[in-house]
């Protein structure tokens, strides 16, 4: 850095940055190389194949749909998705890994953002996965004497499966940088994804008042035109789902990034 | 080469390191040495950038260690053999480590051979590791990447005897070879046959540093261990001077310097066979420097072992 170089200065001019495509092949390889990680992975697919075979046989003839299907895996990743980016970012402090991390990359903006490729990397390629399964349920269906239509709403492919999902994985991110602690985390994360529209939903009920502001200030409630069908939120939808977004998202985001650059990993 | 200028860390009113200052060369094992609390951890935390300085800072070849880039192939750190995942075997940890550095997976092997941990055990999770494993494990991810620097928080613990000599020689070749190597301790005895250069921490604060012989040339004598033919008269003779003199072992201890006891014996024709200072070891150095900063009240005599044994 200095002109004036001591003797013993060491020069790493000829040494490379560790480049991010390395990073990021590292934090996917985290994520799935501890048996908690693979078996959550594999255990979230699981669950999807399970709904699907026991709705191929509970299900009306006329719902087998590979519409039908695929809202299956739309929700079942939206609650254990979240849980992989959990894991994979807590790790570092909860399992102390963090200390190697942090000294292999010192500047941990690039770990944040290796993270953030690594979760959207896993997430997209479980959605892929997920509808392969829906395609293979809607086969089933068929099987099992469906009247089957392959029409498929993009809206819902779009804002049910992938936005729905891509939000659900940054309130992970958001909510493990903030409490950078495992089960701290899940805990709040379940709180926050199941805890909070039911009581809002109560309120809705006996408080018209509430009811109205409700979808402007709770982030479940604002998303729920994304996933519900006509699958084609309303220009007031889509301003409750960035105002609430903004609160439960990237306000946290923001707050969580700063402390994890701050953080002292012990 | 490691510079440490000025270096504080407080932690709200907590100084943990109070202006610490010191140079580790290249080509020369550094000691860090100190009791439990004194401040060495905190320190190699701020070298490799996980504690941010309060004052001061530490420079690596001349460089902040966030500028350097791909810091495992020039730096290599242990600061805790556990702070690994649990749940990932000894090989995964290093493969993640030669990943990120970029470096073919042979380097994987290499180090485990270099730290005698076998294929089967490469395959354990960590959490079924003792922790001279965990250590041994630690030392071949520090010297993945082939670093000039090497620092060590306390990698001795939980080795065994056979395991620390192994260390010991690993270290001094990779010092004759020219790399820096740093390590830390609260044993002297783990330090002292290794280290060319020791830094004594207490309390925050570096109360000496130099080689062997340059911290023991300073200590004054004020004990000694001596052993006559005749105990007993160069114990009358030494009380007439008002001195005192205890048994010990199968000679005496006395409370003065070995030149005191030496014109005793000779002004009363007393035959001597061993007369030494029975202060003045590295050891009794440590614990006076240190003093303050001990948790444990020391009996008023020196701790040193050996009593006064014929020669
Ligand atoms: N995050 C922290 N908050 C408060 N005190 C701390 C923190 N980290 C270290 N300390 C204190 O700083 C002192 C020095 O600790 P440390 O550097 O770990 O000592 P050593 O490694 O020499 O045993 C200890 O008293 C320790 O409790
Ligand atoms: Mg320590």
């Known amino acids: 850095m200095s002109a004036t170089a001591a003797p013993t200065a060491i020069d790493f001019s000829s040494t490379q940055h560790v480049p991010m495509s390395r990073l990021a092949r590292v934090e996917i390889r985290k994520a799935l190389d501890t048996r908690a990680g693979r078996w959550l992975i594999i255990g979230i697919l699981g669950l999807v194949v399970l709904i699907e075979v026991i709705y191929s046989f509970a299900a009306d003839n006329s719902d087998k749909n590979l519409q039908d299907y695929i809202q299956i895996p739309g929700f079942t990743l939206g609650y254990f998705l979240p849980i992989v980016i959990i894991m994979l970012v807590t790790s570092e402090a909860s399992q102390r890994n963090g200390l190697v991390t942090f000294t292999l990359e010192p500047r941990r903006s690039r770990i944040v953002l290796a993270k953030f490729i690594a979760g959207v990397t896993l997430a997209l390629s479980v959605m892929v996965l997920a509808v392969i399964l829906a395609v293979l349920g809607t086969l089933l269906g068929i099987a099992t004497g469906g009247d089957v239509s392959w029409h498929l709403d993009g809206g819902l492919v779009f804002y049910a499966l992938f936005l729905s999902n891509m939000i659900g994985i940054f309130i992970g991110f958001a909510l493990s940088m903030l409490i950078m602690n495992t089960a701290g985390a899940i805990v709040a994360y379940f709180a926050y994804t199941l805890i909070l529209p039911s009581a809002v939903g109560i309120l809705s009920a006996i408080s018209d008042t509430f009811e109205k502001i409700g979808p402007w200030i709770e982030f479940n409630t604002a998303q729920s035109p994304l996933v519900s069908s006509p699958y084609s939120p309303t220009g007031e939808e889509w301003a409750q789902i960035v105002v609430a977004g903004a609160i439960w998202l990237v306000l946290p985001l923001v707050l969580g990034i700063g402390r994890l650059l701050r953080i002292e990993f012990k | ?311």
């Open chain 2, 1 to 311: 080469m490691i510079k440490v200028e000025g270096l504080t860390r407080k932690y709200g009113a907590f100084t943990a390191v109070d202006d610490v200052s010191f140079v580790c060369q290249p080509g020369r094992v550094t000691g860090f040495l100190g009791p439990n609390g004194a401040g060495k951890t905190t320190t190699m935390r701020v070298m490799v950038g996980l504690t941010p300085p309060t004052q001061g800072r530490v420079t690596i070849g001349g460089h902040l260690y966030k500028d350097i880039p791909n810091p495992g192939r020039h730096v290599g750190v242990l600061l805790d053999a556990s702070a690994q995942h649990a749940g990932r075997t000894g090989r995964e940890i290093l493969t993640i480590g030669a990943q990120t550095m970029g470096l073919p997976l042979s380097r994987v092997d290499e180090m485990l051979d270099l730290v005698s941990l076998d294929r089967t055990e490469a395959t354990r999770r960590l959490r079924n590791y003792s922790l001279g494993m965990k250590q041994r494990l630690g030392i071949a991810h520090a010297l993945l990447g082939d670093p000039s620097v090497l620092i060590l928080d306390e990698p001795a613990n939980g080795l065994d005897p056979a395991g620390i000599r192994w260390m010991r020689g690993l270290l001094k070749s990779y010092a004759d070879r020219g790399g820096t190597v740093l390590l830390s301790s609260h044993l002297l005895n783990e330090v002292e046959q290794i280290a060319d250069e020791m830094i004594l921490i207490g309390r925050g604060r570096i109360v000496a540093e130099g080689t062997k012989d340059q911290l023991l040339a300073g200590a004054e004598h004020k004990t000694s261990l001596v052993t006559a033919l005749d105990n007993e008269l160069l114990s009358k003779a030494l009380q007439e001077k008002g001195i005192t003199a205890t048994p010990a072992g199968s000679g005496l201890r006395v409370d003065a310097p070995p030149v005191e006891v030496g014109r005793t014996s000779v002004e009363h024709g007393i035959v001597l066979t061993d007369l030494r200072a029975a202060d003045g070891g590295l050891e009794e150095l440590f614990l006076t420097l240190t003093e303050d900063s001990q948790r444990d009240e020391l009996p008023g005599q020196p701790t040193t072992a050996p009593e006064g044994t014929a020669a």
